[in-house]
């Protein structure tokens, strides 16, 4: 068990730019998570898969952003035209069903749109 | 609507001295709620959880939970304090109707002063 990877740790990018994040959950876990952390605030959800669908996806999630879970391992979240109020940690958590909803967070993505 | 509180921005406790963590929780029916923990530039860290059964669980670093029915409360509690437990806590619950959803509190920062 590697735990949770993330990539890159930090990203800056100029608003308008695209940016994608990678995510790589435990490898025999089917779910994945999304969520959106901002300064003084809990996570909030933004989007799960199981296994390579797309299940849910939060109000939150405009339609400059997209995520993909290509053959149901690691997943990918693109946010195109970023707007300085994208800025934020961006986590990924997995789990593995069955009775067991407890998630594995990784260490997270911290984008700064300037 | 599901959600969790957090009253407290904030907990400051001396080494050795016990330590609460509180949380309430606004939910129709039967709760899944869970605890985290968040330690500098790491991922969040899954403590413990109720499900059902015993009120008080049991979870990693010698913490505990008591869940209140009446009280609509989900404590974190620890019988010592350790300098090493200062860290970012949260508190989450589990969406009733969308088993994949999970919604957190703002945390709670622990500070243990030696």
């Known amino acids: 068990d590697t735990g949770v990877s993330q990539n890159p740790r930090h990203k800056i990018t100029k608003r308008g730019q695209n940016v994608t994040f990678r995510c790589d959950p435990i490898s025999e876990h089917n779910r994945l998570y999304w969520y959106r952390q901002t300064l003084g605030q809990g996570p909030e959800f933004l989007t799960y898969f199981q296994n390579e669908a797309q299940l849910e996806k939060s109000r939150l999630l405009s339609d400059r952003f997209s995520a993909e879970r290509p053959k149901g391992s690691f997943s990918t979240l693109e946010i195109q035209r970023t707007e300085q109020g994208d800025s934020a940690m961006y986590l990924c958590?997995?789990?593995?069903?069955?009775?067991?909803?407890?998630?594995?967070f990784g260490p997270g993505t911290r984008l700064t749109v300037t | 609507a599901q959600s969790v509180a957090q009253p407290e921005d904030q907990v400051n406790v001396a080494e050795g001295n016990p330590l609460t963590v509180k949380c309430t929780y606004s939910v129709s029916g039967n709760p899944y709620l869970f605890w985290y923990v968040q330690y500098p530039n790491r991922g969040l860290q899954f403590l413990l959880k109720y499900i059902t059964g015993d009120n008080l669980v049991k979870g990693s670093y010698g913490f505990e939970a008591e869940f209140n029915k009446s009280q609509t409360s989900f404590h974190l509690k620890k019988p010592s304090a350790l300098v090493s437990d200062s860290a970012l806590y949260f508190c989450?619950?589990?969406?009733?109707?969308?088993?994949?959803?999970?919604?957190f509190g703002s945390g709670t920062k622990l500070n243990v002063k030696p």
């Open positions: 989450a619950v589990r969406d009733l109707y969308n088993f994949n959803k999970f919604y």
């Open positions: 958590a997995s789990s593995s069903g069955t009775g067991r909803y407890e998630q594995y």
